[in-house]
């Protein structure tokens, strides 16, 4: 095993988050080989001893991934220095030690959203060199006309660069609002929520349905169920790079 950042290894360990993780560090609290560890140091936990308060560190278990449905309100983090609401405090104390969420779903938003303590699995489920579909139902303002849905579909401009290709439907119209389900291949900042602001069709109400092919079924809003292996492993093969010339139906 290739040397790895001390914080990274306390981390998949399950006792904390990176980031408190750095703070034991920064606190003397770790040792490696007996001597006192500083921040940005390394280590290779199969060939030296790593201490946490002079106990040994645990060896790595079995990753552990969740589904979680998240709230609006909640936010995407382990802590808030605000002290807002975090996906961490809807679960149980004793599974809460390095989980961490796998991507974002803005706080005015709900629905699917994973969590796990595999650094693997956050990779190659977030970089934008690997690209998966995550589906969305979205209530908008308004009935957007087929011109509309198509611009959205092929992309537009967005920060100085094009989106890329996405598939948008219009499932069904009330009034003066309509429901989408809208796939996208990419994850900007609360984009969706950009997108039909410029197309004229704001947001209403916006839940993640899909991620990676992995449906949030009927899972209770505020609820969460662990993934077995076989579940989550599939989620990795469906990361595959993004066919910019795809046509949009």
Known sequence: ???QRLQKLIAAAGLCSRRRAEEWIQAGRITVDG?????????????????????????????????????????CSCDDPQGRRTVLDLLPPEHRAGLHPVGRLDADSRGALLLTDLGEFT????HPRYSHAKTYRVWVEG???????????????????PTRPAEVRRLQTRGARSL????LREGRNRQIRRMAEVLGHPVLDLRRTVIAGLPLGDLAEGCW????????????????????HRPCD
Do not use: Y
Request: with cysteine; aromatic share 4%; net charge neutral.
């Open 1 to 3: 095993m290739t040397r």
């Open 35 to 75: 001597q006192v560890a500083r921040v940005g140091d390394q280590a290779d936990p199969h060939q030296q001893t790593i201490c946490v308060d002079g106990r040994a560190l645990p060896s790595r278990g079995a990753a552990r991934v969740l589904l979680l449905n998240k709230p609006v309100g909640v936010i």
């Open 225 to 244: 169920m662990w993934l077995s292996e076989g579940e989550w492993k599939p989620m990795l093969d469906r990361a595959v790079p993004l066919d910019l």
């Open 123 to 126: 990779l190659k489920l977030t």
């Open 143 to 161: 009935v957007p006309s087929e011109a509309v849905l198509d611009r959205w579909c092929r992309g537009f401009p967005l920060d100085g660069r």
């Open 180 to 183: 989408l389900e809208i796939e």
